[in-house]
């Protein structure tokens, strides 16, 4: 019966995620049919993840086949989405605890602490609890220290990452309603620090004209299609036909088979985007409500895309700058001895987006510019130098795109391997929190003078 | 009533601007069924109304629902008018 409940029911991370629903649906009184219509698409949501997750392992294996023998070096294509679907198989339950009990840090944080941020981002919640299960797994930690120190990390980084940005956030939207909640925030935050430095006197990217034609890529589904079709026909191309229709087609053309590759990744992308969205329908809003019951004052830490109405120019710009400085990197990155960073028009065009809109805020023009290709820079080598501490779910052909998860995945994953001792790396690891809690405190205290001066 | 809100990737802005339309509906006395989607979901769903910004109405023209726009998801205020405005209960 123990037995039962421990591994068959807890240990299937499609259940457990399905009870914190039906107990969250419970709290909030929700009628009978809204408690098991929520309960049942949660549940749902998983097991679409899961099929996601087949039909893009596919697709993966059949482009690092394709890009060993075009450039005889291994190419990753960073795809939250696609890692974290992956990474499910074997991390589920570890990542639905973390995300749980993060979030809870996340609420008592904002209770007892000047940090009154609640994370609404879930998919970033999500992806990120992933990670953190990974590289602590990996770095010998298990059970329920696993799920402690994995929940104190996940829930201390929902109101450090939206503290940091809320200097520039303010400033961007000219008030203190919401913060910017998103974990691509250090590339946003090292943007606006840019900004502030090289832009002196350059005019806002409000005042000139830019074509809007670019405008459908924010449609996701067309802009991951695109790139992997483009991306699918070049790797295509240098792996040569003979190869690709001997090795790999079963004798279909080669330019076919990697036309329809590439729709295959995108629809895999979209299988498990379904599959989040149901996952997360339920549990968001329950969290928001719990946070408003508890919390007073507390400030909602929203998507990156909240600010993009703010400077819709900056957005444009970010997006081109920060995928031209992708580019670039695919080709620095072998000289550095990494492997290859395949850039995607997703990852670049939403935090490219967001750092142009902070670079704008900070730099005007000159800002954006500089700092969202920093931003493309920045997501082009973190996720690279994060591979090696992934584990087994680093040779997947895929990782995380976003900066947050690649400084906090390297500085996690190498403390872990470096320190030989669970509890000191334990220690080392709060001592960090802490001294961030500290440093945000006093930048707090600042902005509190100079506005009241 | 069926209403769509909608984003890029259908994740984070749609189901904040979901929980606002939701509550606003509600405040008026006004029942629907609210979902968040991507722009490709919602093009191919049933629904009577979509929200959603400026730039992704555009991938919606021709929708048999009517499309209106709010384009800061969070607030309540525009909400409110642009629920005013176009929804008739």
């Not at chain 1, 299937?12 to 009628?31: C, D, E, M």
């Not at chain 1, 940005?165 to 913060?179: E, Y």
């Not at chain 1, 700058?321 to 992708?326: C, D, E, V």
Request: proline share 3%.
């Amino acid at each position: 019966m123990v037995d039962l409940l421990m591994n068959d029911v807890l240990g299937t991370p499609a259940i457990l995620v399905g009870l914190f629903a039906l107990i969250g649906l419970l709290a909030q009184r929700k009628n009978i049919a809204d408690v098991v219509s929520g309960t049942l698409k949660t549940i749902m949501g998983f097991v679409i993840l899961d099929a996601g997750a087949n039909v893009i392992v596919l697709s993966l294996g059949q482009f690092s086949n394709m890009f060993n023998e075009a450039f005889s070096v291994d190419g990753v294509i960073p795809n939250n989405e696609a890692i974290v679907a992956v990474a499910q198989q074997s991390f589920g339950t570890e990542t639905a605890m973390i995300m749980l009990f993060g979030m809870v840090v996340n609420i008592i944080l904002a209770r007892v602490t000047p940090y009154k941020y609640i994370f609404l981002t879930g998919h970033h919640t999500m992806f990120m609890a992933c990670m953190i299960g990974v590289i602590l797994t990996t770095g010998g930690i298990t059970g329920i220290t696993l799920i402690v120190v994995g929940s104190i990390i996940l829930g201390s980084l929902m109101v450090l990452s939206p503290a940091m940005l809320q200097p520039f956030t303010r400033k961007i939207t000219g008030s203190d309603d919401f913060a910017i909640g998103h974990f691509g925030s250090f590339g946003y935050f090292i943007s606006a620090l840019i900004g502030r430095f090289v832009g002196k006197n350059s005019a806002s990217t409000e005042e000139l004209k830019v074509p809007k034609s670019l405008g459908f890529l924010r449609d996701t589904s067309v802009s991951v299609s695109l790139t992997m079709v483009i991306l699918f026909f070049v790797v295509a191309l240098f792996a040569g036909p003979a190869f690709i229709e001997s090795e790999l087609s079963e004798g279909q053309h080669f330019l076919v088979f990697a036309f329809l590759q590439g729709l295959t990744f995108a629809a895999g992308v979209y299988i498990i985007l379904a599959g989040v969205r149901m996952l997360l329908g339920e549990i968001v809003p329950a969290f928001k409500g719990v946070a408003d019951k508890f919390v007073p004052h507390a400030k909602p830490a929203l998507d990156a895309p909240a600010i993009f109405p703010f400077a819709g120019n900056a957005v444009i710009i970010g997006f081109l700058f920060s995928f031209m400085a992708g580019l670039i990197s695919m080709f620095l990155l072998p000289v550095f001895g990494l492997k290859v960073i395949v850039p995607g028009l997703v990852p670049h065009f939403f935090t490219g987006a967001a750092a142009g809109v902070f670079g704008n805020a900070t730099g005007g023009r000159r800002g954006a510019i500089i700092g969202s290709m920093s931003n493309g820079l920045i997501i082009s080598f973190l996720p690279a130098l994060l591979l090696p501490v992934l584990g087994t779910i680093g040779f997947e052909g895929t990782t995380f795109g976003d900066a947050d998860f690649g400084v906090v995945g390297i500085v996690l994953g190498n403390l872990i391997n470096v320190i030989p001792s669970t509890v000191l790396f334990i220690i080392i690891t709060f001592v960090i929190l802490i001294i961030l809690y500290m440093i945000g405190w006093k930048a707090m205290k600042k902005v509190e003078k100079e506005d009241a001066a | 009533m069926k209403v769509l809100t909608v984003c890029g990737l259908g994740q984070g802005t749609s189901l904040i601007l979901k929980m606002n339309v939701e509550q606003a509906l509600a405040d008026k006395g006004i029942s629907a069924e609210v979902e968040h989607t991507d722009v490709s979901t919602a093009s191919t769903m049933e629904a009577d109304y979509i929200i959603t910004s400026n730039e992704l109405a555009e991938g919606l023209v021709g929708h048999r629902a009517k499309v209106f726009i709010v384009n800061n998801y969070f607030d309540m205020e525009e909400i409110n008018k642009a629920i005013d405005e176009n929804v008739v209960s």
